[in-house]
């Protein structure tokens, strides 16, 4: 069982950056295949940016490639998501996601667990 905690949303304005954190418990983290998603009121909940068990692969939406970073220390047990130049269509809640597996995931579905979301607002 792993528990995610997200931190680091708030409201900000339109061309600054926000760093999302995301802590997990236990003790097999590095394990994890990690993912951010979000989802914007009245829209579905859509893929963010993605990072495999070492670090060493990433995958990014079309939206945020180039203006978002995801990055995990696992001696930290903690996931992030370094997101810069933000536009008001970032505005939403981010959750973290984890599941046990080698391979890197880009959608929803396959993961275990998740976090309780944390809400980012950007104005414009």
């Known amino acids: 069982q792993v528990q995610l905690v997200e931190s680091g949303g708030g409201l900000v304005q339109a061309g600054v950056s926000l760093r999302l954190s995301c802590a997990a418990s236990g003790r097999t983290f590095s394990t994890y295949a990690m993912g951010w998603f979000r989802q914007a009121p009245g829209k579905e909940r859509e893929f963010v940016a993605a990072?495999?068990?070492?670090?060493?692969?990433?995958s990014y939406a079309d939206s945020v490639q180039g203006r978002f970073t995801i990055s995990r220390d696992n001696a930290k047990n903690t996931v992030y998501l370094q997101m810069n130049s933000l536009k008001p269509e970032d505005t939403g809640v981010y959750y973290c996601?984890?599941?046990?597996?080698?391979?890197?995931?880009?959608?929803?579905?396959?993961?275990?667990?998740w976090g309780q979301g944390t809400q980012v607002t950007v104005s414009s």
């Open positions: 990072i495999n068990w070492s670090g060493d692969r990433t």
């Open positions: 996601a984890a599941k046990r597996t080698i391979v890197l995931i880009t959608t929803a579905v396959p993961y275990d667990y």
